[in-house]
């Protein structure tokens, strides 16, 4: 589930549901900013118990209070429905 490729306008549709999120470089893209590194560093330990379960991990970068996050499914060389999932999972923590 959720390995096939969305189609263009697939994830513009899904993008109405993903506040903040854009489509950069054939990745659903995100940038967060907290308002100290502690804040960021929590928002990654959370976010990593949902990704563990979902065994589909983000490219992030990470400095001080700010936390970059790309998201792609490498197996479908583009983004699929395991992707606006986590950036769902994301979006509500």
Do not use: C
Not at 57 to 73: A, G, R
């Amino acid at each position: 589930m959720g390995l096939a490729k969305l189609s263009d306008e697939q994830i513009q549709t899904a993008l109405q549901d993903l506040e903040g999120w854009s489509v950069v470089d054939g990745k659903l893209h995100k940038e967060f900013q907290f308002s100290d590194f502690n804040e960021a560093f929590g928002f990654m330990a959370r976010a990593s118990m949902h990704i563990e379960k979902m065994n589909h991990h983000p490219e992030w970068f990470n400095v001080y209070n700010k936390l970059v996050v790309d998201l792609m499914t490498h197996d479908a060389s583009g983004i699929t429905e395991n992707d606006t999932k986590l950036a769902k999972i994301l979006n509500s923590l």
